[in-house]
């Protein structure tokens, strides 16, 4: 059974950098699209960005260059770095598998495997 | 950016009833367009992909339809363990971006 677990600092002060990794048990990160999404208490849903095994990336704009995600596949897990961080950054952080599905008009891609989320907070 | 506005944002329902969600896109998104279930304190579900396909194991009660930048999400006959918040998800362009979710409660 395919699981993912995120790992890394509950508490983050604002200025530095947020730091989290997310390990899939159960198969191979050597395939598919990894991703980060993020959700502050009470918000909705916020895609942060995503990654293949290769190590091409593509981000939300909206970080404004703060977020790198990286992959490792000796180590079977794949990071989230996110600089500079404020207040604004509190949520819970989820990692989560991107599977590409044909379809007749098109590639639809979907997370359909989730971690169970880590609360970051950031403060002083 | 892709905006995703769902309503109602909030609904309440009783065993038994049938539940509709609509899911609007600022613009076209053909059927680039996910559902997912979300319980308190707990990751989000697929249920839905590509607008109208159930996800392996998500129970038949549960269907979409739409394109465009119109969507649906029904639940033909809600049980108890279907009170939770409905997000919807556009997967068309680059920028991947979720609606602000609908919350279904108990009447």
């Not at chain 1, 999404?37 to 981000?59: C, F, V």
């Not at chain 1, 379809?103 to 989730?114: L, P, Q, R």
Request: charged share 15%; hydrophobic share 30%.
């Amino acid at each position: 059974q395919v699981q993912l677990q995120e790992s890394g600092p509950g508490l983050v002060k604002p200025s530095e950098t947020l730091s989290l990794t997310c390990t899939l048990s159960g198969g191979s990160i050597s395939s598919y699209y990894w991703s980060w999404i993020r959700q502050p208490p009470g918000k909705e849903l916020e895609w942060l960005g995503y990654i293949y095994y290769t190590g091409s990336t593509n981000y939300n704009p909206s970080l404004k260059s703060r977020a790198t995600i990286s992959v490792d596949t000796s180590k079977n897990h794949f990071s989230l770095l996110l600089s500079s961080v404020t207040a604004a950054d509190t949520a819970v952080y989820y990692c989560a598998r991107n599977v590409p599905r044909s379809t007749v008009f098109g590639v639809v891609y979907a997370f359909d495997i989730w971690g169970q989320g880590t609360m970051v907070t950031v403060s002083s | 950016d892709i905006q995703m506005t769902q309503s109602p944002s909030s609904l309440s329902a009783s065993v038994g009833d049938r539940v509709t969600i609509t899911c609007r896109a600022s613009q076209s998104i053909s059927s680039f367009l996910n559902w997912y279930q979300q319980k308190p304190g707990k990751a989000p579900k697929l249920l839905i992909y590509a607008a109208f396909t159930l996800q392996s194991g998500v129970p038949s009660r549960f269907s979409g339809s739409g394109s465009g930048p119109d969507f649906t999400l029904t639940i033909s006959s809600l049980q108890p363990e279907d009170f939770a918040t409905y997000y919807c998800q556009q997967t068309y362009d680059s920028l991947w971006t979720f609606g602000q979710g609908t919350k279904v409660e108990i009447k």
